[in-house]
DNA sequence: CTACTAATGAAGCGCTCCTTCGTAAGTCGA
DNA sequence: TCGACTTACGAAGGAGCGCTTCATTAGTAG
């Protein structure tokens, strides 16, 4: 059921202003007569609506393309520099920002760096660090952002205050939102670091396209995102992914195998132990292979516990320990071939460590998407 | 983003039409001031729309209610007997079959057993007994049927065909819809009858409203149905819900604890040794208790790992042993306590063996509400 | 320089919805 | 029984939006 309800005459004029945009968005410059085809309005009526979306300042005429026969027709973009958007990745050891255009188009991006035992200050400062490095490098003022989403771990639920958080001790209980809010003039949205890298694999990367993913985002700690029918599962408290905490699932302890590896040298840094166990696997290391061996079995056994419950089109692999995937991929696979009714595909993540700042943008494009798309909201006029 | 595409005037039209309808549909009969001020339309308009919807044969006048101030006004109610829905749940030991009208009153059923190892003719010959049951109850036609909504056990594909079915081994293979619609001149539904039931309780049962949903459906088999942002999950494989493929979810043998039970006297039929060991903790007989515990153990397990990647708002307990959830209840929320990051709310069935059925023709009404509310298509003319 | 092509812009038409008004059909109280 | 009141009905006039049509304009090709 379509959730739409009939009404005015200008309520039809606004579903075609949106439509437009819409295609503008999707397929860049487009002429009259592109535009009047695809969104299946005549030229004279496009034409009032464009008109009108440029007297908004949502969409400008760009040069027409030359060498074509007869007269050159005039071409609109859609006015993605009107407004920035920013993606922020806090993790543990280093906080990720990225600028972007309303399209998402990455305009810029910085990374500054963190102990992991910093004070929530020092947390917070780098963030600010962060995001003013992109201001500067994109040329763009902090008054130009529209919206700001952050991607972190922890479970937050939607007033965007963080309730727990295993990781990072300063988070527990903390207002992030309201925080944020108090240091940038614009929106601010926050959400589970897994959920927004598996949006940004099913929007721009392994998973492009797919409707019903699983993301497992692997690394010193574990964790997933679910895509379901296209969009983001938070669940109704916003802990839907958690399924480390089961201990059937074996997920919590799996790193250790990596960790505790036998071979791995005695001066080599706690957090740098998994990292030389992959590299020692993939060099052919036996009692390496062996530990990554006993890994896979249990991430294998709460993954096939998401594939079985949700049947996805897709499992991505995904986190710190993705750089290994080729050593971890087969195993993977073939355990989960045993156990599973329908094999997914089990695919590595493209995105790497980009992928919870690139979710973050795309979850704010989202937001602006809807906040244009929802019924019973005229355009807002855009400051120029 | 709202999927629709703006255009035509006449679209404008169809979609009042169709809120009219929706709005019919949902609050009974109306009059004309009160669908106007529902769908936000005025009052002449809305005339119009009522008197070509007429016109169509979609909507009808009922008598105005007296003794009300003023002049009476004219009352419309959406015609639902212009054709039925029929729902049947094809169990092991039951065929069910269930009539309703189109906005899914239910007007008849009936009840058909067959054995467990009845072959696949005398399977379907119930079906058409059940069928005409309900048709004869009714005193309705086969040629009013519009659509016939199936739920059975078993991994069911896009097109009908039973992929695998543990239980019914004269399933396996079968292209059930197409068998269907050569009994039947109608349109054929097929799904998985955890699906259906988990669907049932969402819209008429304990889950009523909730978005977010978890249904067990224990008996003799563990099943599990999904309803996620208020809509059931099929997996892209169809294939979702199927835990119990998982060993370390412990749900595949779990029933085995309530057959096996030593107390049950050795001359029970084996179908009916779990119900004897339930009703036996119920009397508070503590071997059968013992049992129990062992059976929810195992239960709690799968349970968890759904709750935890899902973090539905409600999980229900339905199935055959839901008869019995005063026994299992308790000890199954303590579990599920004990490892669930946030407790979701546990209930009993409401909807009892009805559910797959009752399930059906929800599923049957949702599929007319799309043939409806997709845009593209203008109403069609009823038969009178 | 002319023929051809393709987009433009203005004019006129039809549909859908809105507002406003006088009229009709009931109930309530004397 | 009759008048006042309440509420809905139905018709008329007007505005907004999109469609079609056609003369005009700005390019390319020969």
Redesign the pocket.
């Known amino acids: 059921m379509v959730d739409v309800r009939?009404?005015?005459?200008?309520r039809?004029?606004q579903l075609?202003s949106l439509t437009a945009i819409r295609e503008l968005r999707r397929a860049g410059p487009l002429?009259?007569?592109a535009l009047a085809e695809r969104t299946?309005?005549?030229?004279?009526?496009m034409?009032?609506?464009t008109a009108e979306l440029m007297e908004l300042g949502w969409v400008e005429e760009v040069p027409p393309s030359?060498?074509?026969?007869?007269?050159?027709?005039?071409r609109y973009r859609f006015r993605a520099d009107s407004g920035y958007l920013v993606g922020v990745d806090i993790g543990g050891h280093n906080i990720r920002a990225a600028l972007s255009d309303l399209d998402g188009e990455i305009l810029a991006e910085t990374r500054q760096p963190v102990l992991p035992d910093a004070s929530l200050e020092e947390r917070l400062s780098a963030i600010e660090r962060a995001v003013s490095g992109c201001l500067a490098l994109s040329r763009t003022s902090v008054s130009d952002l529209w919206t700001i989403a952050v991607g972190t771990i922890g479970v937050i639920d939607v007033e965007g205050r963080v309730i727990y958080s295993a990781a990072v001790p300063a988070w527990r209980d903390l207002d992030l939102a309201g925080k944020l809010r108090e240091m940038f003039p614009c929106q601010v949205l926050i959400e589970n670091d897994s959920r927004l890298a598996a949006m940004a694999e099913s929007r721009r990367g392994a998973a492009k396209g797919v409707r019903d993913l699983v993301f497992l985002h692997v690394g010193r700690r574990m964790g997933a995102g679910l895509v379901i029918d296209g969009k983001v599962h938070r669940g109704f408290g916003a802990a839907a992914g958690e399924i480390s905490m089961l201990p059937e699932s074996r997920w919590f302890d799996a790193p250790e195998h990596l960790n505790t590896c036998p071979s791995v040298p005695e001066d080599t840094a706690p957090e740098d132990a998994a990292g030389w166990t992959l590299a020692a696997a993939r060099a052919g290391d036996p009692v390496a292979l062996a530990a990554v061996e006993r890994y896979v079995d249990d991430l294998a056994v709460g993954t096939a516990a998401m594939v079985l419950i949700l049947d996805p089109q897709m499992v991505v692999l995904g986190g710190g320990f993705s750089r290994s995937s080729d050593v971890l991929l087969g195993p993977l696979r073939e355990r989960l071939r045993r156990t599973c009714m329908r094999m997914p595909e089990v695919l590595p993540s493209t995105l790497g460590d980009e992928c919870v700042v690139v979710g973050a943008i795309e979850y704010a494009v989202d937001h602006l998407d809807d906040q244009l798309f929802t019924p019973d909201r005229g355009p807002l006029p855009v400051t120029r």
Chains 1, 2 share one sequence.
């Open positions: 009939g009404g005015d005459l200008s039809l004029r075609n002429t009259l007569s299946g309005l005549s030229r004279p009526s034409k009032e609506v030359p060498g074509t026969m007869g007269r050159p027709a005039r």
